[in-house]
Nanobody, 120 residues
Framework: QVQLVESGGGSVQPGGSLRLSCVAS????????MGWYRQAPGKQRELVAV???????NYEDSVKGRFTISGDNAKNTVYLQMDSLKPEDTAVYYC??????????????WGQGTQVTVSS
């Protein structure tokens, strides 16, 4: 079994900052990629940012220069520093991991989601 547990969501005013964290635990053999997706009401889930075990990153265009993703391979943890937040960043943010588990092979895993609300 593999679990992803997110923390750090909340409410903030426009221009503010939040930091999301996600820890993966369980029978993990090898972490390949971790990252964050988000889903706003009435919209499809979209990629926000991902980081590979080698440190390569990819960001959605609207968050470039404002969000920073980082990972700690030893702790199977990924962080998302979100600065200069805008109302359009409001969404449920989901932690994502693409990893190899001892018993189930290489699969996608998702966290339960954490709400981020940007409003004045």
């Amino acid at each position: 079994q593999v679990q992803l547990v997110e923390s750090g969501g909340g409410s903030v005013q426009p221009g503010g900052s939040l930091r999301l964290s996600c820890v993966a635990s369980g029978n993990i053999f090898s972490m390949r990629t971790m990252g964050w997706y988000r889903q706003a009401p009435g919209k499809q889930r979209e990629l926000v940012a991902v980081v590979t075990s080698g440190g390569d990153t990819n960001y959605e265009d609207s968050v470039k220069g404002r969000f920073t993703i980082s990972g700690d391979n030893a702790k199977n943890t990924v962080y998302l520093q979100m600065d200069s937040l805008k109302p359009e960043d409001t969404a449920v943010y989901y932690c994502y991991a693409y990893l190899t588990a001892w018993t189930s092979g290489t699969l996608d895993y998702w966290g339960q989601g954490t709400q981020v609300t940007v409003s004045s």
